[in-house]
């Protein structure tokens, strides 16, 4: 889980944001997201790496978006931290180390929980550079991702343990079948030109 969002500098990488529950809200995604991708995302693995727990209602954005994409057996996508196996603030170093091991430059997505404001809350914001876990609780974690997507669960600036483990689990499944379903079309686009998985490689580290 991160901090607000609005820390991002937008001069010096391409940001968006997207409400969760508005019209088309997962076609919008895709469409940011795709436009984010590098020119030569064909010849590099797509790793989407899933950050948060399942202990905590409000952290558990990450996780969620990890399942459900999981469930879909996707062929474009690694997918890492899930509900059984989540990636949090205990063994990020270490997966994070065992992914750049595994595959050879790969394009990671970072996706992660973080408070805001309270207009923010519900939006799904898409941006270039990685997310830094646990900013929002005062953690020194590794950052995440070639490029990110975070999700506004709550409101910051007081409490934010308390905060998170009272965060409504119905806000954030429901940003996470946005995240999840925006993801997966992406891999349906034919013109996105996403490297095929090598399921010699193990998704469980």
Known sequence: MNINPNIFDKKSRATSRIAHDEVSASNKLAIEVKQML??????????????????????????LVGTLLKEKSLSKL????????????VNLAEKLDSIKKLHNNPFIIGVDACLGRVKSVGVIQ????????????????PEVGDMHIAGIVNVSG???FMVLQNTRLSLVMKMAK????????????????????????????
Not at 49 to 62: A, K, N, P
Not at 126 to 141: S, W
């Open 38 to 63: 590098p020119a030569d995302i064909r010849n590099r693995p797509t790793v989407l790496v899933c950050i948060g727990t399942d202990r905590s209602t409000g952290d558990s954005l990450g996780p």
């Open 158 to 160: 007081f409490m934010e």
């Open 78 to 89: 690694y997918v890492y931290g899930t509900l059984e196996d989540p990636i949090h603030a």
């Open 178 to 205: 946005t995240i999840a379903n925006g993801i997966h079309e992406v891999t349906l686009m034919n013109h996105a030109n996403w490297a095929a998985i090598d399921w010699s490689k193990e998704q469980t580290l």
């Open 126 to 141: 898409i941006a270039k550079g990685p997310v830094k876990p646990g900013a929002g609780v005062n953690k020194d974690l």
